[in-house]
Nanobody, 119 residues
Framework: QAHLVESGGGLVQAGGSLRLSCAAS????????MNWYRQAPGKQRELVAL???????NYADSVKDRFTISRDNAKNTVYLEMNSLKPEDTAVYYC?????????????WGQGTQVTVSS
């Protein structure tokens, strides 16, 4: 059974940095697209960054040039390096593993980690 565990969240001042980790078990994360989403209070969950199984990355405009997603397939772990944090980055951050084949789709979520950026 797939299990994703996020860590690294916390309270940081504006302009600071945090590094989130997402450790996967029960799946070979290297064959999945790994994504970071976030959800702020009263707002919809939004895609922040993704990394494909081939290593291509994409970012939401709001975090481009500040956040970096990476993966260590040997450790079955995905990271989100967050720099120059802003109060509007405050949210619960969720890790997602996604894969679809011709006949099936696989979607797994972590429990989330809180990131709070104070002004």
């Amino acid at each position: 059974q797939a299990h994703l565990v996020e860590s690294g969240g916390g309270l940081v001042q504006a302009g600071g940095s945090l590094r989130l980790s997402c450790a996967a078990s029960g799946i070979i994360s290297s064959i999945y697209a790994m994504n970071w989403y976030r959800q702020a209070p009263g707002k919809q969950r939004e895609l922040v960054a993704l990394i494909t199984s081939g290593g291509s990355t994409n970012y939401a405009d709001s975090v481009k040039d500040r956040f970096t997603i990476s993966r260590d397939n040997a450790k079955n772990t995905v990271y989100l390096e967050m720099n120059s944090l802003k109060p509007e980055d405050t949210a619960v951050y969720y890790c997602n593993a996604h894969r679809h084949t011709y006949s099936s789709m696989y979607d797994y979520w972590g429990q989330g980690t809180q990131v709070t950026v104070s002004s």
